[in-house]
């Protein structure tokens, strides 16, 4: 808890508090993922990369949050840590924080300090998360929901929600995503929900942030350009931010983006 820590690291713990709970979408989503097949929401890399020696050598240290997320904990004392990660092979994996992308099948050294720590999303990897800090889930229903996309590959995500307490599952909704590139060309979709239930937000605002991504010459919405003003590029980071306007849940999203 932050009130536990002081000074740095009292606002790293806040931060990450946050954090924690703006991941709730993803979490209950990979809940909902094992309750159907039996795989944890948290794994082992083994679990998806038995073939790979390193594997198993890094389970002590390193772990899947889901099929998209790597997380490698600092478990040293200290404001900055170096922390060996090993990348499962096969795709790029994208730091959550600086939007640096590291090559698959590849160990590296990752130097963190309080504000940051060693995640990484895989390419094609698409992450829900709530878009603002929240007190809780009365209070702040999901009408606000960021997704991040990792380039560097096709892939495809889920959001699943019903309202917390049923365990009827026809009373629940699924929304799929789907990042495709082509060529100079990155597009994401996001579809209606399927299946519905009490108490569903009606209304929602969507934040795209395209991870790794390339400076992008001209973005679009539903196929036409982007309002002025509604995206955002940090070349520092190669973090391409789209923000969509507040829609009916009915009613999908196009958000596109041609690179230079």
Do not use: H
């Not at 478990?75 to 994996?93: E, L, M, Q, R």
Request: proline share 7%; glycine share 8%.
């Amino acid at each position: 808890m932050p009130w536990q820590y002081p000074g740095a690291a009292s606002e790293s713990a806040k931060k990450f508090l946050n954090l924690r709970e703006a991941l709730v979408p993803y979490t209950y989503t990979l809940a909902r993922e094992a309750e159907a097949t039996g795989v944890p929401v948290v794994r082992p890399t083994y679990l998806a990369y038995p073939a790979e020696p390193e594997a198993y050598a890094t389970a002590g240290s390193e772990y899947l949050y889901g099929a998209d997320v790597l997380v490698a904990p600092v478990t040293t004392p200290g404001t900055t840590a170096t922390t060996t990660v090993w990348f499962p092979p096969g795709s790029a994996w994208t730091d959550w924080f600086t939007g640096k992308t590291y090559a698959g099948g590849t160990t590296q050294s990752i130097t963190s300090g309080l504000d940051v720590m060693p995640v990484f999303v895989k390419a094609g990897g698409i992450v829900p998360t709530r878009s603002a800090d929240v007190t809780n889930d009365v209070q702040n229903p999901l009408n606000a929901v960021t997704l991040t996309v990792a380039a560097g590959a096709t892939g495809n995500g889920r959001l699943f929600e019903d309202d917390g307490s049923t365990s009827d599952r026809t009373q629940s909704a699924r929304t799929d995503f789907r990042y495709t590139e082509e060529e100079r060309r990155a597009a994401l979709r996001i579809d209606g929900p399927v299946g519905s239930f009490t108490g569903q937000v009606q209304k929602r605002a969507w934040t795209v942030r395209f991870v790794g991504a390339r400076e992008p010459e001209s973005v679009t919405l539903d196929g036409a350009a982007a309002p002025a003003g509604s995206w955002t590029w940090d070349a520092a980071s190669s973090v391409l931010t789209v923000q969509v306007a507040e829609r009916p849940t009915s009613q999908g999203v196009d958000v596109a983006y041609q690179a230079r």
